[in-house]
């Protein structure tokens, strides 16, 4: 087997599009006959990916795996952090639950542990992949925390592998914040990056050339590539970092008007995004109600903290609109937000909340929900009734709880491949609640959502909508075509090699 070469991506501030490259990265490497695996070795994210074996990592990681065409395992994030309030966040390792901590217990108590979590998992791929590509996470110069860090230069070490240090030029200040993060690198640091990236860029690269001379020249370190701005690109976010760039405005262009909840812990708000793709579709992402408007479609998303999330709906108002909007509009809660739709929610062993009991919605008055200390994460598949309609759908569940009826005979919407049944649906089909996440990924049922809304809205159907992993794979190839484009791949692919041939000590033949 041939010698595994990795490269880690790092970034001078969160959402510099550490991820993005790393996508990219491992579709090109890929097509170019390489066995390819992406790694993070600790993400926090409220976005989650299930694995073929039932366990949960970063979505961004599972996305990455995706454009590497190898199937997605916990080598590749052997840790995930879900924030969940009030300094608390839920610690998941290989895909289960390990325990709820706050930030300094982490710290303190967890670190060597997460060290040999680490460093195993990345053996594990480096013994079966030629190329890994790492990424980092925030930034390595983040001083007040780098002595006993997870994600950055500790990895880079223990990998040995060279650091490429990506910089957001969209934001401004690109090369300060590029020579500031080098300038507070310890030495040793220092040495490992081997060049620098700038993202997001937007205008006339030979006004950029100055700066670019004079980088290169104060740091001694090239620019291997200017990346543009690539706009619609249909590749599924990291966190919710990248909800601040989501509209609240409605497009007159558009004849369908969605609303996403954004209430404060939402996860896997991903689950919108083929609806966003659609044509004749509008999709806002609305955290007050002055941005809720009279939507055809409320959809009341994953969240991490359920009860805390339901009490927000309450007192930001929120609550009553969606039961005023209920009575005209289509409404459908996923996960979490199926389970507000419910006449109570408790949490007995306050597994995500303080709060042991809170209301719910009360749209589906039989059903209420107890969140229990043990998570369900599985890939799930099964036929959703919609109307006339009895089609095949596929997702994935992620939920601590278990929702109930006091009547054994409801409304399912979907029974599961194993005879269980998931979910609740209206018999006007109005009122939708499921467990299956990416359910929206499902080409038949999204169309036959969408078209129906069209109905009711007094407009004919409409056909010709787009195939959701026909998207996906085409935005996988239209971001490597454009990096390769702007990225000199050669002369990455020299500095890698002499980077490793140092570290190695090896000399070049």
């Known amino acids: 087997m041939a010698e595994c070469l990795p490269v880690m991506i ?9 991820s993005i490259l790393v996508t990219a990265l491992c579709r090109i490497y890929a097509d170019e006959g390489y066995r390819t695996a992406p790694f993070k070795s600790q993400n926090m994210a409220l976005n989650s990916y299930i694995t073929t074996d039932g366990k949960e990592i970063g979505r961004a990681q599972g996305v990455q795996a995706e454009a590497a065409g190898t199937p997605a395992t916990t080598w590749m994030n052997p840790i995930l952090i879900k924030p969940s309030g009030d300094h608390n966040s839920q610690i998941v390792v290989h895909g289960k639950p390990f325990k709820n901590m706050k930030a300094g217990e982490y710290r303190e108590d967890f670190y060597e542990k997460g060290l040999k979590l680490i460093e195993e998992s990345y053996n594990r791929l480096a013994a079966e992949f030629e190329r890994i590509v790492i990424e980092g996470a925030g930034s390595p110069a983040e001083i007040n925390l780098n002595d006993r860090e997870l994600v950055n230069m500790s990895v880079a070490k223990m990998a040995k592998a060279p650091v490429v240090l990506v910089g957001d030029i969209d934001k401004g200040g690109v090369f300060a914040s590029l020579a500031g993060t080098l300038q507070l690198l310890e030495p040793e640091d220092r040495k490992r990056v081997i060049g620098v990236i700038i993202n997001k860029f937007r205008g006339d690269r030979e006004l950029l050339e100055p700066g670019l001379d004079w980088f290169e020249k104060y740091t001694g370190l090239p620019v291997l590539g200017v990346i543009p701005h690539i706009p619609n690109l249909n590749i599924e976010a990291e966190d919710s970092l990248a909800l601040e760039h989501q509209t609240v405005a409605g497009e007159v262009d558009k004849e369908i008007d969605i609303a996403v909840i954004c209430y404060p812990r939402v996860s896997n708000f991903t689950d919108a995004d083929p609806l966003v793709k659609e044509p004749d579709c509008q999709v806002r992402f609305v955290r007050t109600i002055n941005e809720l408007g009279k939507p055809d479609l409320v959809i009341l998303p994953g969240s991490k903290n359920t009860l805390s999330d339901m009490q927000w709906l309450q007192t930001s108002g929120m609550a009553e609109q969606v039961m005023l ?6 409404v459908i809660g996923i996960c979490g937000g199926y389970q507000m739709l419910g006449r109570q929610l408790e949490d007995p062993d306050e597994v995500e909340s303080s709060s042991k009991r809170i209301t719910g919605l009360g749209l589906i008055k039989e059903m209420s929900t107890v969140l229990l200390k043990s998570k369900k994460t599985v890939l799930s598949r099964g036929k959703a009734r919609y109307g006339k309609h009895n089609m095949p759908v596929s997702g994935y569940e992620i939920h601590m709880g278990i929702s109930s009826y006091t009547s054994k005979e409801n409304d399912f919407f979907i029974e599961l491949d194993s005879g269980e049944k998931d979910g609740y649906i209206s018999p006007d089909g109005r009122l939708i ?31 010709s909508r787009p195939a959701y992993n026909q998207i996906k794979e085409e935005a996988f190839s239209r971001l490597a075509e454009t990096v390769k484009t702007h990225l000199n791949m050669d002369l990455l692919e020299e500095e890698i090699t002499k980077y490793q041939m140092k570290v190695r000590g090896r000399t070049a033949k």
């Not at 909007?325 to 289509?330: F, K, R, S």
């Not at 038949?444 to 007094?458: D, M, T, Y």
Request: proline share 4%; net charge negative.
């Open 433 to 463: 609640g499921t467990y299956f996440h990416g359910i929206f990924e499902n080409d038949q049922f999204r169309s036959i959502l969408v078209n129906e809304l069209r109905q009711a809205k007094g407009l004919p159907p409409f056909y």
């Open 325 to 330: 909007l209920a009575e005209t509009a289509c």
């Open 10 to 18: 790092q970034g001078t501030h969160s959402d510099a599009g550490k």
